[in-house]
């Protein structure tokens, strides 16, 4: 009876074609096509389908495709297999066209789509209602695309709308005239962040079709050396500041999204570390990959799109959470302070090109003074104008960074500038407290390439 299947549309995955059957012939004993179809045993995975040998007999006369046709073409396994080493490609193509005997199915390596790294993330079967209405426009059938089955695709690479669920597996889509709930995988967040959603279903697609090339940075070493190109670097033993990374791959994601796909990073050794210092034998998954590559490539092209320099945290330019205050620095750099309390150096080549940004103890140490000034009682109109920020910018700088800057060493810096800011005020202005203590704002200058003016003495700034 399976010589009637219908031929494959385009990018449509196995099981749709197979329920495409049952559904318009009315195959009442689902189970006997199924086996008929898949084999015994086999089940109906949408991920890596074993035993396509059986398959390409049973379609033999009306499809004419070979069993690795059909595994690169109606299975997600040319997506997986971007991010596999040759021998474990070569070695599950092998599985995917031969049916596993039982030694391989009891042995050590467990087959399942969680141990191949093909997990779906509880997001079920997946379909755009766009597509479906532009079948119906097209006369063809409704399908199920493989790109929207993807791990963590929730919006429709080419229509940019968010995905519907029609299950958890494969197995209930069989039964045609069970009434389904389906949910449509909409998750609040704001349009920066669908944005960055949509993202991850244009890479993933893409990567279906073309592979590993599709990837900008494929590399854990190119996604470390970008992070530390953006200013994620750390001053500790670490490699990247995971703190602030966490922080800002969450904002441009949305909470709500990494929490559907069951990837929120937490700090120590999160999944964003993985990505980029993890060690060799490490278990490559797919979606932290994709997800890391999204985020980099984006900031790469906002700050190259930049006319200067721009916090790694900022949403564009105009980021009013993101005001830069911008002092220059030796060497022909500059030294940005952001509002959020991120502090960097900033550089780029003669042709405005190579950008790079370095992060400095600033940022920390001032929201950390300043928390200790307000913790004093001082009003927080003065505090502002110390630092040169206005009272909502500190407000901000203090929220969302003071707090994370309880380092023994940054709390040390934090008083040293306490001291020299009380002094200061005290003598009426910077000259006053210079001759008063010359000693201790030779400490204060040698820890901070760059001060506020109102903390600098007028013979010392540049």
Known sequence: MTILLEFPLPDEVLVSVAAAYVTNDEVHDVAAFCRRLFGDGIGMPVAIVTNLRHVEVETRRT???????????????????????????????????????????????????????????????RYCKACWYQDDAEGIRRYWRRAHQLPGVVTCHVHGCALTSAGAGAKGMFTARRPRTDTLLETPGSPFQRAARHEVSVLSAAILKDGAAALRFGDSRERLDCLRSL?????????????????????????????????????????????????????????????????????????????????PGAESQDDLQHRLLISDALDDRFHCLCSCGHSFLFEEDARGQNRRLEPTSAGPDFARAAAILDEKGWPRETIARVFGVSERSLAHWMRFRAEA??????????????????????????????????????????????????????????
């Open 231 to 311: 200013g994620y670097g750390a001053s500790n033993r670490n490699l990247i500041d995971e703190d602030r990374l966490i922080h800002d791959v969450i904002h441009a994601f949305g909470k709500n999204y990494l929490e559907l796909v069951h990837l929120v990073p937490k700090a120590p050794r999160s999944w964003l570390y993985a990505c980029v210092c993890g060690g060799r034998g490490q278990r490559k998954k797919s979606l932290p990959i994709v997800l890391m590559d999204v985020f980099l490539s984006t900031l790469v092209r906002r700050m190259e799109a930049s006319p200067g320099p721009l916090c």
């Open 405 to 462: 800057s309880v380092r023994k060493v940054c709390l040390e810096r934090a008083r040293l500038l306490v001291r020299w800011i009380e002094l200061v005020h005290r003598c009426g202005g910077t000259d006053g407290a210079l001759a008063e203590n010359g000693r201790l704002w030779r400490s204060v200058r040698s820890l901070w390439a760059s001060l506020p003016q109102d903390l600098t003495p007028l013979d010392c700034r540049d």
């Open 63 to 125: 499809w004419g495709m070979t069993a690795a046709e059909i595994r690169d073409r109606l299975t997600l396994f040319p997506y997986y297999a971007a991010f596999w080493s040759k021998a474990k490609v070569d070695f599950v193509a092998g599985v995917c066209i031969q049916e596993p005997d039982r030694e391989t199915l009891n042995g050590p390596i467990p087959w399942s789509a969680n141990a191949l790294g093909t997990c779906v993330y509880g997001l079920g079967i």
